[in-house]
């Protein structure tokens, strides 16, 4: 069977509060609202062994600083959050941490096309490496280092969210982004056509539409040659 494109993303964090904002308001927050994404937040304390402090980590076997999530809440999150999907529908597992694969626009179509995503947020040293083989996928946002997951998990759900059909209006718009076609996005102006002394260019004026997406064009190469010439290189 075909799958439909993304439908449910599941996050487990130490800090489930951090999420309220950001994905509850403009176009996340709308998707979910309009039933386009079932967003659901977890609270990894919610699935702790230790029901006396529900406490999550430990110290590092071999010494060392900080602290080491255990393996068995993790574990438990996991299984419990599948329980609640059909048989035949089980999470594509991402944990979200420095050492993964850099997110990109290419890489963020190809989980926006998986039914149903759970994304684990890291703390303190990481996660005990046992667990990993419940992951399926490690996913970075850039060489360098949060105090956690969850800024880089509301990164991931924003990019892959808004891929979803009708989450933005407009179809039109993603095929524009930048990076979707090799290059960057070309530049846009509206009213007042003089601003200041300065003009909008003629062109997007005229009315001319074959005029104008040329333009366009010629410009998203100009940009992207002047701001991010690597994008062009080949590979
Ligand atoms: N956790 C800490 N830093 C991170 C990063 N750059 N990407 C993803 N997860 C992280």
Avoid at 17 to 22: A, E, I, S, T, V
Avoid at 119 to 141: A, K, Q, T
Avoid at 147 to 162: K, N, S
């Amino acid at each position: 069977m075909k799958s439909k494109g993304l439908e449910r993303l599941d996050i487990v964090s130490l800090f489930p509060g951090m999420f309220d904002g950001p994905l509850s308001e403009s176009l996340i927050g709308k998707a979910r609202e309009r039933g386009l994404i079932d967003l659901r937040v977890h609270n990894l304390r919610d699935f702790s062994d230790d029901r006396k402090h529900r406490k999550v980590d430990d110290r590092p076997y071999g010494g060392g600083p900080g602290m080491v999530i255990r393996p068995e809440p993790v574990y438990r999150a996991l299984k419990a959050i599948r329980a609640t999907g059909t048989k035949r529908l089980k999470p594509h597992v991402i944990f979200m941490s420095p050492q993964g694969r850099l997110l990109t626009q290419k890489i963020a179509h190809d989980f926006a096309v998986k039914p149903w995503l759970l994304v684990l947020c890291g703390h303190y040293e990481g996660l005990d490496e046992r667990i990993m083989s419940l992951v399926d996928d490690e996913v970075s946002i850039g060489d360098y280092v949060l105090t956690g997951g969850e800024l880089p998990a509301m990164v991931f759900a924003d990019t892959v969210v808004r891929l979803i059909p009708g989450v933005v209006k407009e179809a039109g718009s993603i095929t524009r982004d930048s990076f979707q076609s090799g290059t960057l996005d070309y530049p846009h102006y509206t009213r007042p056509a003089i601003w200041r002394k300065k003009k909008v260019p003629a062109v997007l004026m005229s009315g001319h539409h074959e005029a104008i997406e040329f333009w366009r064009q010629q410009q998203a190469v100009a940009v992207t040659l002047r701001k991010r010439p690597d994008l062009l290189e080949e590979k």
